[in-house]
Nanobody
């Protein structure tokens, strides 16, 4: 069973920072793009960022310049450093894995359980 295990969510004030982590198996980490999605109450799920096996990255416009996605190949872990957080960033953040074309469509085959990020004003 594929596992994506997220950690690092929490409550932060506007302008603050959080770093999310997602650990998975070597098979998944080595063969798929790894990404982060988020879903706020009443909103559709949206792609935040992803990083491919070759470390190429993609960011949604609403996080460019504030979020940085990275990967640790030795730990099979992907991170997203979130800076200058805004109340609009409040959502459940999900780690996901799949091939790049699927990610670009806003979908994925493998999902984590989600971690709550709340940004207070």
């Amino acid at each position: 069973q594929v596992q994506l295990v997220e950690s690092g969510g929490g409550l932060v004030q506007t302008g603050g920072s959080l770093k999310l982590s997602c650990a998975t198996s070597g098979r998944i980490f080595s063969n798929y793009a790894m990404g982060w999605f988020r879903q706020a109450p009443g909103n559709e799920r949206e792609l935040v960022a992803f990083i491919n096996w070759d470390s190429n990255t993609y960011y949604a416009d609403f996080v460019k310049g504030r979020f940085t996605i990275s990967r640790d190949n030795a730990r099979y872990t992907v991170y997203v450093q979130m800076n200058n957080l805004k109340p609009a960033d409040t959502a459940v953040y999900y780690c996901a894995a799949d091939h790049l074309p699927t990610m670009l469509k806003g979908a994925a085959t493998y999902w984590g359980q989600g971690t709550q990020v709340t940004v207070s004003s």
